[in-house]
């Protein structure tokens, strides 16, 4: 059976099939990885037992995106769901914290009752409360994505898929979007109905070096399909808040595969990319993030950074690869749910240049969070 499905699949017509008759040809319950959590952790699927192999190829844009920092429909904040157990320890949930932030920042890294790692989406639902306003939320940066003005999350293509519920090795790559007005070619209002052709950031400007004239595309170390749903994981992808992208290491992908009938269009749907950053690497982006917002950019000079910095630190929540047991947290986790449209590739530009910068002496680029 795995067999003729794998060969029915080079015809490009599997989800179709499946979608018409309602059947779920090979369909098996996804998997979860034994990450030796003491809780019921929440981590993406293994691979499947079955060599796959096929024709399908579609591609889509990330929008539609939910950082976790809102409340769910029973009052808890969304943060303690939208994420993966990235470091495989469900803290203070049963297990003891492998590391926490520096005891300066008053943080906690208490996990989501599946161990849910989302330290960003933690503070972006502190916000508010602690600064009297909510500078980046899902509603402003889904707002601004539709209207043009901010970046989707990624442009994704899978290629190479059997088009059933299971396959183990299948191409994914993630390219880098830039905002509809930032369009070499025009700036436009998203439709986000399929007829997009978003444009994308060079590897030039993404890297500082390469092509300023070729789109700047990660291709996944690993990506399979089970139980229909897609996994790809990445060494590393720049993560969009508003027209500012700070460093995602360790990016997994995941999201079920969905085929319209109607439209013939392969999408993906109720995805999630999950992973962590530098915690330094979050101070960097706070001029940015202050200057795309307030239109000034906050320095280390300035009397209210040592609180804003207090702030950043305290979602510290993950080791890292260079962490040193003992020390304070290194990184800190993400969780950004999303859902898909179909796109085609656009125009290939630069990533957008700061509104305004600090000077060296006081750029926070050069502080961190683990002293």
Known sequence: MRRLASALALTGSALACEALIGADFDDVVAKPTDSGSSCDSRRPALPPDIEGGGSTAFLVVL?????????????????????????????????APRCGPAAWTEGDPT???????????????????????????????NTNIA????????????????????????????????????DPTGEFVPKLDGTDAWPLASQASVQGTGSASTAMALEAKEAYVNGRTLVARFDSAPIPLAN?????????????????????????????????????????????????????????????????KKFICSGADVATGAHTKGAPCDGTSFGIAFESSGVSLGAVGSL????????????????????
């Not at 910068?357 to 969070?369: E, R």
């Open 244 to 308: 500012v992208y700070f460093d995602g290491r360790d990016v997994v992908l995941t999201a079920k595969i969905v085929f319209d009938p109607a439209t013939q269009t392969t999408l993906l749907s109720d995805g999630l990319v999950a992973g962590h950053s530098p915690a330094d690497s979050l101070l960097e982006v706070i001029p940015r993030i202050t200057a795309e917002f307030l239109g000034v950019p906050l320095c280390t000079d300035d009397p209210s950074y040592t609180n804003t």
């Open 147 to 182: 209207g043009g003005g901010f970046p989707p999350l990624a442009v994704v293509s899978v290629e190479g898929y059997n088009g059933f519920s299971e396959d183990d090795v299948v191409t994914v790559r993630w390219y880098v979007p830039i905002a509809a007005k930032l």
């Open 111 to 141: 996990d989501g009752p599946q161990g849910q790692d989302n330290g960003v989406g933690k503070l972006l639902f502190l916000q508010e409360q602690l600064f009297g306003l909510s500078v980046v939320s899902s509603s402003v940066v």
């Open 352 to 371: 957008p240049e700061p509104k305004a910068k600090c000077p060296a002496a006081t750029d926070p680029a050069a502080d961190t969070c683990t002293e």
């Open 63 to 95: 929008h539609d995106v939910d950082l976790g920092d809102g409340e769910a429909t029973d009052g808890t904040p969304r943060y303690l769901e939208v994420g993966y157990d990235v470091d495989a320890t469900c803290t203070n949930r049963g297990d």
